[in-house]
């Protein structure tokens, strides 16, 4: 018999058991995702998508109505500056330019009439003087000092002071019979030509480049504002065809307002805006480019009329550069040259009977200048000055009468040539005044009538 080991039996020892691994804390969810989460399930219900629906119906018919009025808010501004800023500054920049040539031709009609100058061509000298004064005030008080503008400003105001100086000096040496006159009256001629109508006209070509820069910006077509139209129309026409489908409702009120609301502003955008492209494109090839032709043939009319006096205040004393031939007599043919170029382009671009016929009357008047001119011109070769100086100066069948009729037809042409751009002009702002203000109410109003067309289908499920 096997006897067992005292100490009673042995049990076996259970394997000790691992501790329990310590759990790491559940990480919660982030709130984008408990929303994405919440959205999700909201979806898959009819009621939650067509809150989502009329939640986003609502911001397109707003956005569109945001983006449309900043568009033409932007195209707005640009045609009134069109209108009230960039051509009165052009027109303006013109004015100063041909007031300080009438200036020059005034100063030696007056030289050529001896001693005592006529009180009607002293008072047309200092009329032309102070309205360039005038101008240049005006225009640097609407002019950045930051742009090429105000240079060209500066530098008219600078050289003015020299010029009239120069033109005192000359009338007064010419009262006592000197000489030295002529001189100082050729002096101020030249410092005329070469500094001072330079400056102006490159003053207005910068007021004319501003002026095309606004126009184009007026003109540009609202392209997001069309898209962004185009959408909401299609995505609420979606919704009415969806609504049409599950209900068999052929209208929802509130959507069908909706609708109307952003086919008035879409419609609106696109009818208002060509309006005003069309009549601002209108004013800038019908009335500006003929006012820029008409302004550059009177300005060669004025500058041909004061070399015209210079060739008799000079008596040949200034040759051209290789010697053969009077300067001013050179210059005047070239100045008449293009003056005649330019009338042949104005008659051309005038659209009407109104804006060709004064256009007409100045060529017929050039021609009969230039004839009166080369009879003055042969008079003065055979030696008779008096003579010559009668036709140029007199007040019959003279040259200078001739002049006075070409200066006082280009004056008529750019009138209506003027009137013609600021009546386009202004239908052109016309056609986008209130549209910003329209749109922005109407993209309200049809939010508004989206959320209560959705909401009137949502409580179909309470």
């Given at each position: 018999?096997?006897?067992l080991p005292?100490?009673?039996?042995?049990?076996?020892?259970?394997?000790e058991?691992?501790?329990?691994?310590?759990?790491?804390?559940?990480?919660?969810?982030?709130?984008?995702?408990?929303?994405s989460?919440?959205?999700?399930?909201?979806?898959?219900?009819?009621?939650g998508?067509?809150?989502?629906?009329?939640?986003?119906?609502?911001l397109?018919?707003?956005?569109?109505?945001?983006?449309?009025?900043?568009?033409?808010?932007?195209?707005?501004?640009?045609?009134?500056?069109?209108?009230?800023?960039?051509?009165?500054?052009?027109?303006?920049?013109?004015?100063?330019?041909?007031?300080?040539?009438?200036?020059?031709?005034?100063a030696?009609?007056g030289?050529?009439?001896?001693a005592?100058?006529?009180?009607?061509?002293?008072?047309?000298?200092?009329k032309?003087?102070?309205?360039?004064?005038?101008?240049?005030?005006?225009?640097?008080?609407?002019?950045d000092?930051?742009t090429?503008?105000?240079q060209?400003?500066?530098?008219?105001?600078?050289?003015l002071?020299?010029?009239?100086?120069?033109?005192?000096r000359?009338?007064?040496?010419?009262?006592?019979?000197?000489?030295?006159?002529?001189?100082?009256?050729?002096?101020a001629?030249?410092?005329?030509?070469?500094e001072?109508?330079?400056?102006?006209?490159?003053?207005?070509?910068?007021?004319?480049?501003?002026?095309?820069?606004?126009?184009?910006?007026?003109?540009?077509?609202?392209?997001?504002?069309?898209?962004?139209?185009?959408?909401?129309?299609?995505?609420?026409?979606?919704?009415?065809?969806?609504?049409?489908?599950?209900?068999n409702?052929?209208?929802?009120?509130?959507?069908?307002?909706?609708?109307?609301?952003?086919?008035?502003?879409?419609?609106?955008?696109?009818v208002?805006?060509?309006?005003?492209?069309?009549?601002?494109?209108?004013?800038?090839?019908?009335?500006?480019?003929?006012?820029?032709?008409?302004?550059?043939?009177?300005?060669?009319?004025?500058?041909a009329?004061?070399n015209?006096?210079?060739?008799?205040v000079?008596?040949?004393?200034?040759?051209?550069?290789?010697?053969?031939?009077?300067q001013?007599?050179?210059?005047?043919?070239?100045?008449?040259?293009?003056?005649r170029?330019?009338?042949?382009?104005?008659?051309?671009?005038?659209?009407d009977?109104?804006?060709s016929?004064?256009?007409?009357?100045?060529?017929?008047?050039?021609?009969?200048?230039?004839d009166?001119?080369?009879?003055?011109?042969?008079?003065?070769?055979?030696?008779?000055?008096?003579?010559?100086?009668?036709?140029?100066?007199g007040?019959?069948?003279?040259?200078?009468?001739?002049?006075?009729?070409?200066d006082?037809?280009?004056?008529?042409?750019?009138?209506?040539?003027?009137?013609?751009?600021?009546?386009?002009?202004?239908d052109?702002?016309?056609?986008?005044?209130?549209l910003?203000?329209?749109?922005?109410?109407?993209?309200?109003?049809?939010?508004?009538a989206?959320?209560l067309?959705?909401?009137?289908r949502?409580?179909?499920?309470?």
């Amino acid at each position: 018999m096997t006897q067992l080991p005292q100490g009673g039996p042995q049990t076996q020892r259970a394997p000790e058991q691992a501790p329990a691994p310590t759990g790491l804390p559940a990480q919660r969810p982030s709130s984008w995702a408990v929303q994405s989460r919440r959205l999700r399930a909201v979806a898959t219900t009819e009621p939650g998508r067509l809150q989502i629906i009329g939640a986003v119906l609502a911001l397109l018919v707003v956005a569109f109505g945001a983006v449309t009025a900043l568009e033409i808010s932007h195209r707005a501004s640009a045609a009134d500056d069109v209108v009230g800023r960039s051509q009165p500054l052009s027109a303006d920049a013109a004015d100063i330019y041909r007031s300080l040539a009438d200036a020059d031709t005034m100063a030696a009609s007056g030289f050529l009439a001896g001693a005592q100058e006529p009180k009607a061509v002293q008072d047309q000298y200092r009329k032309d003087i102070e309205e360039a004064a005038r101008l240049l005030v005006k225009a640097s008080a609407n002019t950045d000092s930051s742009t090429s503008s105000w240079q060209e400003i500066t530098t008219l105001n600078e050289l003015l002071p020299v010029y009239t100086g120069l033109i005192e000096r000359a009338r007064a040496n010419n009262r006592q019979g000197l000489p030295l006159g002529g001189a100082y009256l050729r002096y101020a001629n030249q410092k005329m030509a070469g500094e001072l109508l330079p400056a102006a006209e490159r003053l207005y070509a910068a007021e004319t480049g501003r002026l095309d820069r606004d126009a184009a910006d007026a003109r540009r077509w609202p392209f997001l504002s069309l898209a962004a139209g185009l959408v909401v129309l299609g995505a609420l026409v979606w919704m009415q065809r969806r609504n049409y489908r599950r209900t068999n409702r052929v209208f929802n009120h509130g959507l069908l307002v909706a609708t109307a609301a952003a086919s008035v502003v879409l419609l609106w955008l696109a009818v208002g805006h060509t309006v005003a492209r069309t009549e601002l494109r209108s004013a800038m090839t019908h009335g500006q480019e003929s006012l820029d032709v008409l302004n550059n043939a009177r300005i060669n009319s004025l500058k041909a009329r004061a070399n015209e006096n210079l060739t008799l205040v000079a008596r040949g004393a200034v040759l051209t550069a290789d010697g053969s031939a009077d300067q001013y007599e050179t210059d005047y043919t070239t100045g008449m040259k293009a003056l005649r170029e330019q009338l042949k382009k104005a008659e051309r671009l005038a659209d009407d009977e109104s804006g060709s016929a004064p256009v007409a009357k100045a060529a017929k008047s050039v021609t009969e200048w230039q004839d009166r001119h080369r009879k003055a011109r042969a008079t003065d070769d055979q030696g008779d000055y008096d003579g010559a100086l009668e036709q140029i100066i007199g007040a019959k069948d003279s040259t200078g009468q001739s002049f006075q009729q070409v200066d006082t037809a280009l004056r008529t042409a750019l009138a209506h040539e003027q009137g013609e751009f600021t009546a386009a002009a202004e239908d052109g702002r016309g056609a986008l005044r209130g549209l910003p203000t329209g749109a922005a109410a109407l993209a309200v109003l049809g939010a508004v009538a989206a959320i209560l067309g959705i909401n009137r289908r949502l409580s179909e499920y309470r």
